[in-house]
């Protein structure tokens, strides 16, 4: 009689102990997945556009940064409405430490604008 119950409780355990492993398995391989996701996302640079005074159309070559620039930074220059009227925007872009403004040329207005996205 004891056989017999024990034989009778033996398979749904051994099905339950299945389950619980696969659960685990799940649970590992999720956090894995998790884990690898963030870390990817340090382990790549930052990539940024980079020219120095040029029209905005024309600033298309890439660089990579260095780990400790975590920015894409943009500095956008116009001239001031002002004789003789005349000169194009331009932007200087490039991978920057900060996103801080520096001062701009007499006569000329100043944009700055960062981001913190591949080729933003």
Not at 66 to 77: A, G, M, N, W
Request: charged share 30%; proline share 6%.
């Amino acid at each position: 009689m004891v056989i017999r119950v024990v034989a009778l409780l033996y398979k749904p355990f051994l099905l339950f102990l299945l389950h619980i492993r696969q659960e685990l398995k799940m649970k590992r391989f999720v956090i894995l997945l998790l884990a690898t996701a963030v870390l990817w996302d340090f382990a790549l640079p930052l990539k940024c556009y980079t020219c120095i005074e040029k029209p905005k159309k024309e600033c298309t070559e890439e660089k990579d940064c260095k780990p400790d620039e975590k920015f894409c930074k943009t500095v956008t220059k116009s001239p001031k409405t002002r004789f003789p009227f005349d000169g194009d925007t331009v932007v200087t872009r490039d991978c920057a430490e900060n996103c801080q403004s520096v001062e701009p040329n007499i006569g000329v207005e100043e944009t700055v604008s960062c981001c913190q996205t591949d080729l933003c």
